[in-house]
Nanobody, 121 residues
């Protein structure tokens, strides 16, 4: 079973930067979409940014501050977060949709365990 392993969360002061990484635990035939979601205390999980072979999208609240990128050879997605503010404090979850093998006809999806980002004021 494919798992997503996240790293890079932590405590940072307002205005600082962090880079999150998320790697698939084993080789995958074809990843359709990889992305990052976040969930702040008492709030619903929301899309932060996602990337496909055709491009990327991001939430309005992070545009110009966060950048998503992907290394297809390593089945890894990154989220570079700049100009962090306390409103960015949340658990960040990696997500992927993929075809597991070349014989797969159905997209599977998997979530990471989450990594906590805390921004102090």
């Amino acid at each position: 079973q494919v798992q997503l392993v996240e790293s890079g969360g932590g405590l940072v002061q307002a205005g600082g930067s962090l880079r999150l990484s998320c790697a698939a635990s084993r080789s995958i035939f074809s990843i359709n979409t990889m992305g990052w979601y976040r969930q702040a205390p008492g709030k619903q999980r929301e899309l932060v940014a996602a990337i496909t072979s055709g491009g990327s999208t991001s939430a309005d609240s992070v545009k110009g501050r966060f950048t998503i990128s992907r290394d297809n050879g390593k089945n890894t997605v990154y989220l570079k977060m700049n100009s962090l503010n306390p409103e960015d404090t949340a658990v960040y979850y990696c997500h992927a949709k993929f075809f597991e093998t070349k014989y797969s006809t159905r997209l599977l999806e998997v979530w990471g365990q989450g990594t906590l980002v805390t921004v102090s004021s």
